[in-house]
């Protein structure tokens, strides 16, 4: 300990004496009188709380948590405030070898800190051991890192909600809309300059106004959970843009709140909701920025490295099934309950709707392999808070038995990369592709129909942030991913796109409105399919990566959404699919579609067509020319009753050249009405005379005959 600390409260500390405190809740808790310091660690053999002046600069005191209730280690300290920040220093043994590595030189964050404050300095001085030593990690660094590394922060969480309700959008009804808090608002017309990349700009009217025309129900919000940059992108210049490296799991990111108060993310969603919008948060409870054995010690690994992470069986070395460096230890008890208090207090406290589980097979892999009836997810299934909120997995890892699409338990829904790679496949005009696209426009059946799992379990989408964005899809055959500094090694190479003929930005007529129909037929498939529509943002008005199809390190105008020269008839465009799918019921439904008759009527909810009106027969089916698929659509055979409805569509997925289309006998004797044409996007409902009509070349056609 340095000579000018002391175990003893200073002098302009003397008013603040100190109580045994209580092992619960974790954190740090303000209960109007001061502050109770509770923190985990099972290996420890010392721990110090740091208080810092109120610039965050220096460490006035270092109080020892003498009082230890099994693993939890906590202490009081009456007259402490919100505003006031700490950390904390762990002693213990350094023995990579067993799997420990304390190091109280090195200040840690409180892994349930509820604020950030400061930045990180990139210093060899957060590393346990010495850089540069031959012994590597083995080696221990006595440097105090608390220069170069940011302070947590007493909060006082209460916020005035008033009459603030979660929407409560079913999941039937939800249209998703993955979007990042500083992409969606730097650049967007309107959002006030002092609050553009902020949760503030993400909740400012210009953003309301936008989703609430195009449909939106649900914003996914890229990773808004406090995160760290990777020291190789500063080390070029660069930032973590997408954020997937967390650090803090109960702290909004600082960079996106103007004085770093929780109260501004409290804002957004509490403004989002207002206009009847959801807040789904997507989380990284898979790994930490601490990265592998040659990572910073800046919290957990601190704390108590072989609690917090999966190691090897020699112990000195992490498993890397997130290709990030490290495995959060989800079957340590006190692991588990620390992200269940995360998610729950992001509910809670923070009001969101839901989560998005980045690489959520690692989150339930146990210790012969993923497992859905596994510690984490049995154990969000039953949570009373959790169990209520909208669940979404992302269902593969890069660990042994990593893709697990299909294999998540009710009441997840997935991240459907079957859809995106089959629809992009059909609409390029592969051979062969027709009965895959069939799939999946009823909802990839033969993925998620068990277990009681409902046609809207499948996340159906073409582009999300990584990978080519939809302007990209069709102007793009190979990525251009040289501003990463990687030689375009990094990102996905098989991006199933299709340039048009050009490659990047085109003035060619022929080639742009070639484009356009694409992005159309893309968007009508999405909006079209069983399961749940996503879109990402951008999409709807053509916004452009320059086929950099991975721009996770592009913090600038490349990776924003550019607003500038917005493509408003695609705008208009997509909010007509919106209307569409609200109107009709049969494009939303809960059960799956298996040509099965309805007991209402006997009639099936399903038919297959050829264009001549015949139904296809297995040769069919195998026939690699087959290009115009038809579909008649009309409520579940397993909707009940009283939820059923007379609703049927007729649609029509054309991948091939102008065709005769045979329509089936219009239901009730009405006629069918040709309510969308995606290659002729301008033209309002249009009556259909007799029974055969022309289909346009690469198009998406809906007729609509309903008995309303």
Request: glycine share 10%; hydrophobic share 35%.
């Given at each position: 300990m340095n000579a000018h600390l002391t175990t003893e409260l200073p002098t302009q500390l003397k008013d603040h004496p100190l109580a045994s405190g209580k092992p619960h809740p974790l954190g740090a808790t303000f209960d109007g009188q001061g502050v109770n310091f509770a923190v985990f660690s099972e290996h420890a053999e010392r721990v110090e709380l740091c208080l810092f002046s109120d610039d965050g600069r220096k460490e006035r005191a270092r109080i020892p948590l003498t009082e230890r209730d099994g693993d939890v280690w906590h202490v009081y300290v009456t007259g402490l405030h919100?505003?006031?920040?700490?950390?904390?220093?762990?002693?213990?043994?350094?023995?990579?070898?067993?799997?420990?590595?304390?190091?109280?030189?090195?200040?840690?964050?409180?892994?349930?800190a509820k604020r950030i404050f400061g930045k990180y300095r990139w210093s060899d001085a957060m590393m346990g051991y010495k850089v540069g030593s031959p012994r590597e990690d083995l080696s221990f660094d006595t440097r105090d890192s608390a220069f170069c590394v940011p302070r947590s922060m007493v909060v006082d969480p209460s916020f005035n909600w008033g009459s603030d309700a979660p929407p409560g959008?079913?999941?039937?009804?939800?249209?998703?809309?993955?979007?990042?808090?500083?992409?969606?608002?730097?650049?967007?017309?309107?959002?006030?300059?002092?609050?553009?990349?902020?949760?503030?700009?993400?909740?400012?009217?210009?953003?309301?106004?936008?989703?609430?025309?195009?449909?939106?129900?649900?914003?996914?919000?890229?990773p808004a959970q406090a995160f760290m940059d990777d020291h190789f992108l500063t080390e070029k210049g660069m930032r973590n843009y997408w954020g997937y490296n967390t650090i803090g799991f109960f702290a909004p990111e600082p960079r996106y709140m103007t004085d770093q108060g929780i109260w501004e993310f409290q804002t957004m969603v509490r403004r989002l909701h207002s206009a009847g919008i959801e807040v789904i948060l997507d989380v990284v409870y898979n790994h930490t920025a601490e990265g592998n054995q040659m990572g910073p010690t800046i919290c957990h690994r601190g704390f108590d490295n072989k609690s917090y992470y999966r190691l090897t069986k020699d112990k000195r070395f992490y498993l890397n099934d997130t290709g990030?460096?490290?495995?959060?230890?989800?079957?340590?008890?006190?692991?588990?309950?620390?992200?269940?208090?995360?998610?729950?207090?992001?509910?809670?406290?923070?009001?969101?709707?839901?989560?998005?589980?980045?690489?959520?097979?690692?989150?339930?892999?146990?210790?012969?392999?993923?497992?859905?009836?596994?510690?984490?997810?049995?154990?969000?299934?039953?949570?009373?808070?959790?169990?209520?909120?909208?669940?979404?997995?992302?269902?593969?890892d890069m660990g042994p038995g990593g893709y697990q699409l299909g294999a998540f338990p009710h009441p997840f829904l997935e991240f459907n990369d079957k859809f995106r790679d089959g629809v992009r496949k059909y609409w390029r005009g592969d051979t062969g592709m027709t009965p895959d696209f069939a799939k999946r426009i009823?909802?990839?059946?033969?993925?998620?129909?068990?277990?009681?799992?409902?046609?809207?379990?499948?996340?159906?989408?073409?582009?999300?942030?990584?990978?080519?964005?939809?302007?990209?899809?069709?102007?793009?055959?190979?990525?251009?991913?040289?501003?990463?500094?990687?030689?375009?090694?990094?990102?996905?190479?098989d991006n199933y796109s299709d340039n048009m003929g050009v490659e990047g930005p085109s003035d060619d007529p022929d080639i742009r409105a070639a484009r356009d129909q694409r992005k159309r037929n893309f968007l009508a498939?999405?909006?079209?399919?069983?399961?749940?529509?996503?879109?990402?943002?951008?999409?709807?008005?053509?916004?452009?990566?320059?086929?950099?199809?991975?721009?996770?390190?592009?913090?600038?105008?490349?990776?924003?959404?550019?607003?500038?020269?917005?493509?408003?008839?695609?705008?208009?465009?997509?909010?007509?699919?919106?209307?569409?799918?609200?109107?009709?019921?049969?494009?939303?439904?809960?059960?799956?579609?298996?040509?099965?008759?309805?007991?209402?009527?006997?009639?099936?909810?399903?038919?297959?067509?050829?264009?001549?009106?015949?139904?296809?027969?297995?040769?069919?089916?195998?026939?690699?020319?087959?290009?115009?698929?038809?579909?008649?659509?009309?409520?579940?055979s397993g909707t009940p009753e009283y939820a059923a409805s007379d609703d049927v569509l007729f649609l029509t997925f054309n991948a091939g050249d102008a065709t005769d289309v045979q329509l089936p006998p219009a239901f009730l004797g009405k006629a069918w009405e040709l309510v969308l044409n995606t290659a002729r996007p301008d033209d309002g409902t249009v009556c259909v005379t007799g029974q055969t009509t022309r289909i346009d070349a690469h198009s998406v056609c809906v007729f609509a005959c309903s008995a309303t």
């Open positions: 919100p505003g006031a920040k700490y950390g904390y220093r762990v002693h213990g043994p350094y023995a990579p070898q067993e799997g420990h590595r304390f190091n109280p030189n090195k200040l840690l964050l409180d892994p349930y959008i079913s999941r039937s009804d939800t249209v998703l809309y993955e979007a990042h808090a500083k992409g969606m608002t730097a650049r967007m017309p309107g959002v006030p300059h002092d609050v553009r990349g902020k949760f503030l700009g993400m909740c400012s009217e210009p953003v309301l106004d936008h989703l609430t025309k195009l449909g939106v129900t649900t914003v996914q919000l890229m990030t460096g490290n495995v959060v230890n989800m079957q340590h008890p006190m692991v588990l309950r620390m992200m269940m208090d995360s998610l729950r207090y992001w509910v809670e406290v923070m009001h969101v709707d839901g989560f998005r589980f980045d690489l959520a097979t690692s989150l339930a892999r146990e210790n012969d392999g993923f497992d859905r009836g596994g510690g984490f997810l049995d154990a969000i299934r039953q949570d009373p808070v959790l169990s209520r909120v909208k669940l979404i997995a992302e269902p593969w009823l909802g990839s059946a033969e993925q998620f129909d068990h277990s009681g799992r409902a046609a809207t379990t499948s996340i159906n989408f073409a582009t999300v942030h990584d990978g080519f964005c939809l302007e990209d899809v069709v102007s793009y055959n190979v990525k251009h991913n040289s501003a990463n500094g990687e030689d375009n090694r990094d990102g996905k190479d498939t999405i909006f079209l399919s069983q399961g749940t529509p996503l879109l990402l943002a951008g999409d709807e008005i053509g916004n452009s990566q320059q086929g950099n199809n991975n721009t996770y390190g592009q913090d600038n105008e490349l990776g924003w959404v550019n607003w500038d020269k917005p493509d408003l008839a695609l705008l208009g465009f997509v909010q007509r699919l919106a209307a569409l799918r609200r109107k009709h019921s049969v494009l939303r439904q809960i059960r799956f579609l298996h040509s099965r008759q309805r007991d209402r009527d006997g009639i099936p909810d399903l038919f297959w067509r050829l264009p001549d009106g015949n139904t296809p027969l297995a040769s069919d089916w195998q026939n690699p020319d087959w290009k115009a698929l038809c579909v008649e659509v009309r409520t579940s």
